[in-house]
């Protein structure tokens, strides 16, 4: 039996949301704590320390867009470009690891890209504030 296009619109709801949700979280963390590691982090790469404070529009700004449907494929790609860059600054050491029950490290990062790429692809659906219509929504 085929979804209807009303489960399939609750699908993306739900998993945009529950992305956003879970994103903002680490987001709210950083805006707590400040930036002072990420700038660190930055910093010893060689990249401009300004790039730092990009977390807070991946992890802040994208998020909240998600979780209210607006803007919503090119907050995903937000998203995408934040989980990328932090396995590139962060987590490279462990990209071919498994954990102590047998996961991969990076799985949680691993699914936020995942889910973010999925969102991306698939829009905000018609429970958004963007509604259905729309190539970023």
């Known amino acids: 039996m085929a979804a209807t296009h009303g489960s399939q619109d609750l699908g993306k709801a739900v998993l945009r949301i529950v992305l956003?949700?879970?994103?903002?979280?680490?987001?709210?963390?950083?805006?707590i704590n400040g930036p002072g590691g990420i700038v660190q982090?930055?910093?010893?790469?060689?990249?401009?320390?300004?790039?730092?404070?990009?977390?807070?529009?991946g992890e802040?700004?994208?998020?909240?867009l998600l979780i209210i449907g607006l803007w919503t494929r090119a907050a995903a790609l937000v998203i995408v470009i934040n989980m990328l860059f932090a396995v590139g600054l962060v987590h490279m050491h462990q990209?071919?690891?498994?954990?102590?029950?047998?996961g991969w490290e990076l799985e949680l990062q691993g699914m936020f890209l995942g889910a973010a790429v999925a969102v991306m692809l698939l829009g905000a659906g018609r429970f958004?504030?963007?509604?259905?219509?729309g190539p970023l929504n």
């Open 20 to 31: 956003g949700i879970l994103i903002l979280l680490h987001g709210i963390a950083k805006v």
């Open 41 to 57: 982090m930055v910093d010893q790469a060689g990249l401009p320390s300004f790039i730092a404070y990009g977390v807070y529009i």
């Open 60 to 64: 802040v700004l994208a998020p909240v």
């Open 95 to 102: 990209l071919g690891m498994l954990n102590k029950s047998g």
């Open 128 to 133: 958004s504030v963007g509604g259905a219509g």
